[in-house]
């Protein structure tokens, strides 16, 4: 499992080349052909591929992830007349710092956010979205074979759903299934949600309602 001695360059090697992946391509479909004037915050970049695909549609776009590493690689991906339109910070997300954007891409990265600072990780999350903005990402659930990891976040249908509660769902699926991680077999048991923030969309007091209540 990755961590802050995990070799990052071995890993961006084995994936080197990969496509977008296909929760950012769906979402895409969502907004308007001309999408210059909105802004996306890809969380937990990585190697930054879905950075540099919302940046060739046109996207403006804000790259966050917690190491140096995957914010130079998406750098080297990015043609010198889109840089313009990209911003970078390197944060770990329980320090990230979030402005409002149209849609917020956080591909099985906020799971590795502290327990203890999920809540408020959440609430940035929430309150960036613009009305009518979209989250879509990743959740671990309590059955992931990383699940025993004191430093991660792991959820149950019914905690994610209660996170959720406010926005308007449009996409739902949970995997609980065998398979592969770049660091070998794994087992997968993952929340990908869709949900977008209506106009009057929950608030911030709102929102923590399902930490109080846990």
Known sequence: ????????????????????????????????????SLHAIDLGCGDGTES???LSRGWSVLAVDGTEAGIERLRDKVPSETQVRLQTQVAKFEEVELPMADLIHASY?????????????????ANALNQGGRFAGQFFGVRDSWANEPDMTFHTEEQVRSMLDGLEIEY??????DGHAASGPKHWHVFTAVARKM????STEEKRKFYETR
């Open 172 to 177: 739902f699926f949970e995997e609980d299934a």
């Open 109 to 125: 990265g906020i799971p590795f956010c502290h327990p203890g600072q999920f809540p408020a990780l959440w609430n940035k999350i």
């Open 1 to 36: 499992m990755p961590d802050e001695e995990y070799n990052w360059d071995e890993y961006y090697k084995k994936i080197q080349g990969r496509e977008p992946r296909q929760l950012l391509l769906d979402v895409l479909e969502k907004y308007p052909a001309e999408v210059s």
């Open 52 to 54: 540099a695909y919302l």
């Open 199 to 202: 106009q009057g969309g929950p």
